[in-house]
Each structure stands twice: as C-alpha cells, then as structure tokens.
C-alpha cells in the first residue's frame, strides 16, 4: 500500500549551524502527499529550522530539499509553489482582510475579477464573509489566524508550512481551532506541516509526528505508534506525564534487567484500590499513601507514595472518592525502562495476555 | 498625622510644579517674547522692510535650499539605511550604526573643520576639484554638505526603531508571496513608517533651518551669497542692526514654533498608529 | 565562498543590494569620506607641533572654559531635567502639555538666535541683566552667561531621557516600598532614583557633550575674552579664520577625544547598569 504514496517533500541530509549553535544535525525524512504532519519538539530542539528551511525562508549547510519530485535548493522561496503560515501570523496590519488575503494574487497579476472570486471563495471556507474590510486589529486571534490560514492558501499552493499555529490564542479557542483546521486540511487534501512543542496538540491534530531534539530525529511516526511504543529514552520522558521511579524493584513483578538508567511510569498506566475495593491481581499490588488529591472536574488526580516513590494517577469521577492520607493499593501496568538512549517496555508480568490499557 | 503629610505633599508638589513653570518661562519663553517685542521695535513697517530685504530674501532662499538638500538626501538615506539595518543581517551593522550617528557627537565648528579638511587647499581632492572649477568649501555647496552633515541621523534615527519593533515578519510574509522589493516597501513597510517619517523630517527641517556652527566655517560669510538666515541674523548683530536682527530671527522663531505644533501632533499620531496596529 | 553563497540566500526580503549601495554610498560621501580626511590630515601633524598648540596657554585655559561652562550647565540641567520628568510624568495640572511640547524649544530654535536673545536679555541694561546688574552680578560677557546659554541648549537632553523610563515604570514598586513603611524621601532615593540613574547619567553625558561643542548660542553672549570667556569651539574656529588648518585640528582632536570619552564612559556604566538588572555579570 506504502507504495502507491507519493512522497511530496524529502529532506536529505540536512545539516544547519548558526554560528557554533547546530540547528540541524543530519535531518531526513519524507512526508507523503495529503498528509498531515506535525514537527513537534522542545524549544530549542531545530524545528522551525526545519520548517523555515522547507519554505526556502533559511537555506540548508548541506543536504537537499526536495518537495515534488524536485531538488528545491537553489529555487527561491516565492517560487516554491508553498503556502506560510507564521507564528504570530504576520498579517499585514495596514491592510484590511481582503487586501491581505489578495496580496499574494496581486502580486502574480491575476486579473481582478478572479482575485475578486478566489478571495470571497477563501473568505467563505474560513467562515469571515462580511469581515473582508476590517483590519487586524479588528480581529480575534482565531479570526487572525484564519485570515493567515486563508491568505497562505490563496495562491492554491501545494504545500502548507505552519510554524507554531496556535500558540497566539487564548487556551479555550485554541481547543476549537485545533479541530477545525484538521477538518480544513482534511477537506482540502493538502500536504501541510505545522511545529509544535505541545505534545497534546501534536497528537490530536497531526496524521504524523516527526519528534525532534537537539537538531536531529528522535522518532517519526503516528500518534499513537510514537505515544505507545517509544525508541528511544528521549521519546518516551517527552510523551505522557511521566513520573520517575528510583526503583522498580518495589513494584511487583516486572521482568529483571541488568544495567537500568531510569524507569517512567505514565499515569494511565497506574491503576489505584481503595483498600477495601475488590482488586484483580491482588498479589502484585504494592500498598501506598495518598500524598496529594487535586479535583480537576473531569477526574481527580491524585499523587502517591509508595516507599521513595511518587507516583501520579488519575481516578474518574464515578469511583469511590479517595483523601489525601488514605493507604491504598496501587497496580501498575506498565513501565517505560531506559538505557542509554534506548527504551524497553516492560508489561507486568501479572497481565499473562496482551491487554489493552487504553 | 495623615493630614499633615498629604498637605505637606500638595506643597511639595504645587512648589515643584511652580519651579519648572518659573525655570521654563525664563529660560524658554523670555527669549522668544524678547524676539518678537525687539523686532516690532521700530513699528511694523521696518519690520517689513528689514524682512523684504534684498539680502535677507536671499538668506531666506539659500536657507530653503540647504534644508530641501538635507531633506532630500537624508529622507533617501534614512529610507535606504533603516531599511537595510532592521530587515537583513549582515556583518559591519553596528559600525554602520555607529558611523550614523557620528555627526549628533561631533561639534558644529569641527563638523566644518572636517570639511574644510576634505574639500579645502591641503586636500588630495582639491586639485581635481580644482580642475572641474567645482567650489565647495567658502560656497553654497559647502554650506549644503554642512547642512547635510548635521542633521544626517535625524531621519534614520527615527525610523530604525519603529521599523525593529515592527519586526520581518510582515515582509518575509510578502517575500514568500513573490512581491519585489518595491512592492514590499510601498504596502508592506511604508504604512509602518509613516508618521516616524515626517517627524523625522520635521525635526530634520528645524535643525537644517537653524545650522549656524558648521555652516559659519564653510560658508565664508558672502553676503547674498552664502549666507543662511542665521548667518545673516549674526551679521546683522554684528553690524548693531538690532532690529534687522530680531526681525530676521523672528521668522525663525515662528518656524520653530511651528516645528513644535508639528511635532507634538506627529508623536501622538504616531504613537496612537503604532499602539493601534500592536497586537499579541 | 560556499559560506558567502550561502548567507547570501538566506535573505529572502528582496532589495538588499540596493537599499544598502545607496546608504554606503551616502554614508561615504557625507561620513567616511570627511572622516578619513580628518584622519589623514592629523597623522600627517608632528606630534610635537600638535603638543605645543594645544598647551598653548590660550588653548588650555579655553578648554578650561569649556568644561567648566559645559559640565555646570550639564550639572543644572541633571537637576531640573530630573524635576522636569518627574511634574511632567506624576502630575496632572493645566498647561503640562504646553510645557512639554516645550521642553523641545533649543532643538528647534536656531543656536544664534537663542545666543542673541539671551545676550539682550542678560547684558546690564537688558531686561533680565539690569535686576541683576543692581546686584553687581555681570551675566552677559561672564563665565555665567555662557552657562546660561548652554542650559538653553541642554534642557532637553535629561528630561527627554528620563521621562519615558519614568512612564514605564511600574508603580507597583513604589506601593511595595510605601507598604514595608518607606517615607516619600527614601521611597524615592531607594525605589525610583535606582530605576532612572543610567537613563538619567546618559542625559547628562549627552548634555555635556552637546554643550562642549556648541557655538552658535555661545560665541555672542560669552564676549570671547581670551583666558576669560573663550571657549575652545571658539578658538578653533578663529584658527580656521586665519587659514591656520593645522593649529584647528590639533585642537579639535582633543575636543574630539574628550567627546569620545565621555560617551565611553557612559556606554560603560549603562552597560554596568543593565548588567545589575538583568543579573548578568
């Protein structure tokens, strides 16, 4: 099946310093057309590098830049047929709605009346009839990011780069605009790429997440290949709400390893009893005290110590209520065992069959 | 208790209050008054004549052509520059940077110096100057490039930045779009700058108007034909014409107090642009 | 090479090539050209010749002048500027904007026009001179009318530094010094003057600067006495008068030099300053 994709965009090789500062270190990947992807990674770790380098906004050490078929390198970013989305939008303040949307198709000296057409079809997909002479700062934020969302798509380019898309809007709407431009790109079919440093963002949007830090690749896969099995000790501390085990050894029965670095434990992976709550594997359960409970609406979370350890978990509403200072059970599923820079999952060995944990 | 301490602060602050008023209407105020009484002296019609002179007109002509010289060539300059410095990266920025704003540090009177230095007998360029029959210094063009001098930053100074808060954002954004350099300048850039523009030329014009230090070594003091308005107002003094003094430095006055309106309106603009068009 | 092309791409705004020919070329011919002449000329002076001018007596004492004058001006202006900031930013009466559109006036008002006005007004029997002339205080033609002139011309320079950091000022600082018990004095000297110091000193050394330069506004009311009331602007320009080129410039190198410093010294302490806040050392 892999074989009928066609791979739209292709790094090569890519190396970038700035100065003594290595932004890329050998970067390749390819991106299938009509996908989705998200660069995601923590600050710092080259990722907007990346994306600034597919839209020919920096220019690669070494490597090559391919995105249809073409080695792009030597072609100025205007003409690489890319649609740019910027952090904080860069709308153009002194110009209203419809002139920013129309600006690119200005430009190219396309007559009027089409512009006219493109843009009032463009102000219909994202929902801003009637907004068209307003200016920016007339605007909200989502409304700001759909005029940027509208204006880079205006020229019909096949590629669409967006670097940090959310992070100038208010957490609430952010929830909204996530889905919608899912939806959007989805309804277009159009190769986008967006950067990201929030994990949730990455995974609820994206139909790839290409991980990176510290210049170079940690992992390249789906959502949910990249959230459940993790290559490498960086990918699984950056995904989940990890806590930290000094030993594993308090918990029962995981498998034996020689040589372990750290040992992450995710909440979903923790299971908590009361002390009188039937329990299934009663046995491998270790006994903790109840350090903290944070009501959080839809679940209460809670934090655990069990010996020298800490853990967190995350109980919902249904269940019977748990204090702080109460003893309880805790069963843990499974646990993320780091060496070096690689990672082993380890099931608890209670679960004889392959289980589902979410 | 609590009385008497914000009493003693209303006291405070009406006394601070008063001191400025009283520090600037002597130091400020007085001399332009003095200005205007001094020049109506003699009645309004030797006012008139002493301003309807043949060679204060010509004052008045050179003056305005020093002024449209050094608001032509530091508008472009300025344009160019800030352009430069604030959108691209490029090794030597700061030098530039530092080279820019050279002439607010160095005095009027070795501002003249350095040209006279560069244009005058002991040059390696006099002789070619020569050999053109072009004379710049103790000449018009020598009090032009005084001008020029003098007020080299005052545009680029205000525009540099306006054009860094903006950021390259917006440009890049048009870049991308294959819009050229014009075409990014004209829509993209030139709505930012607007009102730092004019205020850059308002300030540029007054002190252009105003020159006297730089101007007076290189003009060479020939009357109706290098001298400025402020050139002609000293020789005027020095000829204990008095009047013709005042009168002349009468219509300076009300340049500058034009250049003040101006100015206090431009910064509100342009702050209220700036404020309007900032977001998140 | 390779590194060249490569910086070269990386700008993707177009129009670099020449928004930056025509500022070096202006930025030469107005600038850099002028200056290297300055400093071909003056490596071309003999040392010993550039010595015995500028401790020529008459120079030394006009340096002398010079300082003095600017740095008491400098002094004045430190003073008022700081109360000026202050009653324009913190206090709300009829006439504040008035008063701060003219705060502007000696950047606006041409130098010689200020100089003979203010020597009309200061001379004995000029409006302001005569009050003081039945104190037996000369100010026209005296060390104290120069510095009447260079507080003209320096007023601006520390209002206009501190008031805009005095605007941004958190006042959040000074309820936390009024709420631990401070009195408006220590508020002020503890809380706030620490704030505006390097906006303040870098008004100062501006002041100071500007009026070590300046002529127009100075050469009528000083009367130029040599020894007494010249200053070395002055004497630099009655150098040039007598063609003498090499004397000006010796001259007006050690005005240069001491300009330098001065902006030296200042860029130093505003770098120690910034430092202090930002908690790099």
Redesign the interface.
């Known amino acids: 099946m892999a074989d009928t994709m066609q791979n739209y965009v292709e790094l090569q090789g890519i190396n970038k310093h700035f100065g003594s500062f290595q932004a890329s270190d050998n970067i390749s990947f390819t991106i299938e057309k009509g996908k989705l992807v998200a660069l995601l990674g923590p600050s710092g770790s080259g990722k907007t590098t990346i994306l600034r380098m597919i839209?020919?906004?920096?220019?690669p050490?070494s490597g090559n830049i391919v995105i249809d078929g073409q080695v792009v390198n030597e072609i100025?970013?205007?003409?690489r047929g890319?649609g740019?989305v910027?952090q904080?939008y860069?709308?153009?303040?002194?110009?209203t709605v419809y002139d920013n949307i129309a600006?690119?198709l200005k430009?190219?000296k396309i007559p009027k009346a089409q512009i006219k057409e493109r843009v009032d079809s463009l102000l219909e997909l994202v929902s801003l009839k009637g907004m068209e002479n307003r200016?920016?700062?007339q605007l909200s934020?989502g409304q700001?990011q759909r005029v940027a969302f509208a204006?880079a798509l205006a020229?019909n380019p096949q590629l669409l780069l967006l670097d940090e898309p959310f992070a100038?809007i208010d957490a609430k709407v952010r929830q909204e605009l996530r889905s919608w431009l899912k939806e959007m790109i989805g309804k277009l079919g159009i190769t986008s790429i967006f950067v990201t440093h929030d994990q949730d963002e990455a995974i609820e949007v994206a139909d790839e997440i290409i991980l990176t830090n510290q210049g170079h690749i940690e992992q390249i896969g789906t959502p949910e290949e990249i959230y459940r099995n993790p290559q490498t000790a960086f990918t699984a501390s950056f995904f989940g709400q990890n806590a930290e085990l000094p030993d594993y050894h308090d918990f029962r029965s995981f498998a034996e390893l020689d040589h372990v670095d750290r040992v992450l434990i995710r909440p979903e992976f923790v299971k908590v009893y009361k002390q009188d709550e039937k329990i299934q594997y009663e046995r491998t359960a270790s006994e903790g005290i109840v350090e903290s409970v944070s009501f959080r609406g839809d679940r209460t979370e809670l934090r655990i110590r069990v010996n020298d350890a800490v853990l967190a978990a995350k109980r919902n509403p249904g269940e019977p209520a748990i204090r702080a200072g109460e003893a309880v059970k805790v069963f843990l599923y499974r646990i993320f065992v780091t060496r070096g820079n690689e990672v082993i999952p380890l099931e608890n060995l209670a679960l004889q069959t392959d289980m589902v944990v979410f | 208790m609590e009385k008497t301490e914000k009493t003693s602060r209303r006291i405070f602050r009406y006394f601070l209050i008063l001191l400025c008023a009283v520090f600037l209407t002597v130091m400020l105020i007085l001399p332009l008054v003095y200005i205007i009484a001094t020049a109506l002296r003699e009645g309004f019609s030797a006012y008139l004549a002493a301003i309807t002179d043949e060679y204060a007109l010509d004052a008045v002509l050179l003056t305005l052509k020093a002024v449209l010289w050094a608001l032509g060539v530091n508008t472009l300059f300025g344009l160019c520059a800030a352009w430069c410095i604030t959108k691209f990266h490029f090794k030597g920025k700061k030098v530039i940077s530092t080279l820019i704003d050279l002439p607010l540090t160095v005095s009027p009177v070795i501002a003249g110096l350095i040209f006279v230095l560069t244009f005058g007998r002991q040059s390696f360029l006099y002789d070619g100057l020569q050999r053109m029959n072009i004379k710049i210094i103790f000449a018009v063009p020598g009090v032009i490039l005084a001008t020029i001098f003098v007020t080299f930053p005052y545009i680029s100074r205000e525009l540099i930045p306006v054009l860094t808060a903006e950021g390259t954002?917006?440009e890049?954004?048009?870049?991308?779009?294959?819009?050229?350099a014009f075409?990014i300048f004209r829509?993209?850039t030139f709505?930012?700058i607007k009102w730092a523009l004019l205020y850059g030329v308002v300030l540029c014009t007054a002190r252009a108007m105003g020159e006297f230090g730089a101007v007076s070594v290189l003009s060479g003091h020939l009357r109706g034909k290098t001298n400025t308005m402020p050139l002609y107002v000293e020789l005027l003094y020095q000829g204990y014409d008095f009047t013709g003094a005042f009168a002349v430095s009468s219509l300076l006055v009300i340049m500058a107090v034009v250049v003040l309106v101006l100015r206090s309106v431009l910064e509100y603009k342009g702050k209220k642009s700036q404020e309007?068009?900032?977001?998140? | 090479m390779m590194k060249r092309k490569?910086t070269k791409?990386?700008r993707?705004i177009p129009g670099f090539g020449l928004s930056f020919g025509i500022t070096m070329t202006i930025l030469g011919l107005i600038v850099i050209i002028p200056l290297c002449s300055l400093v071909v000329f003056s490596v071309q002076l003999s040392p010993a010749e550039l010595i015995r001018t500028i401790t020529r007596p008459r120079v030394l004492a006009s340096y002398g002048v010079s300082f003095v004058t600017a740095f008491a001006a400098a002094a004045v202006n430190a003073g008022m500027g700081l109360i000026l900031a202050w009653v324009l930013v913190r206090y709300r009466f009829p006439g504040k904007r008035i008063m701060d559109g003219l705060i502007e006036l000696p950047f606006a008002l041409p130098t010689a026009v200020a100089g003979i006005a203010l020597t009309h007004l200061t001379t004995e029997n000029g409006w302001v001179g005569s009050l003081f002339a039945k104190l037996g205080i000369r100010i026209a033609y005296t060390k104290t009318g120069i510095i009447i002139a260079l507080i003209f011309i320096g007023i601006p320079f520390v209002v206009r530094s501190v008031q805009p950091v005095l605007e941004k000022m958190d006042p959040q600082y000074e309820e936390a010094a009024q709420i631990l018990g401070f009195g408006p004095v220590r508020t002020y000297w503890k809380v706030i003057f620490p704030e505006i110091f390097p906006a303040w000193l870098s008004g100062f050394t501006l002041a100071f600067a500007r009026c070590l330069g300046e002529y127009g506004s100075v050469v009528f009311i000083a009367g130029n006495t040599p020894f007494k009331t010249e200053i070395a602007p002055l004497v630099i320009m009655a150098q040039l008068q007598e063609y003498d080129y090499a004397s000006a410039t010796s001259i007006a190198l050690v005005m240069l030099l001491a300009s330098f410093l001065i902006l030296l010294i200042n860029a130093f302490i505003q770098s120690r300053a910034s430092k202090k806040v930002s908690g790099i050392v």
Not at chain 1, 55 to 59: D, F, K, P, Q, S
Not at chain 1, 90 to 95: E, Q, S, T
Request: hydrophobic residues 35%; positive net charge.
């Open positions: 839209a020919g906004l920096e220019t050490d100025p970013a205007s003409r890319i740019f910027f904080n860069a709308l153009f303040r002194y110009m600006m690119g430009v190219k200016y920016p700062n934020g700001r204006r020229p100038a | 954002d917006e890049e954004a048009a870049a991308l779009m294959g819009a050229g075409t829509k993209v709505p930012h309007r068009n900032h977001y998140g | 490569s791409k990386t993707v």
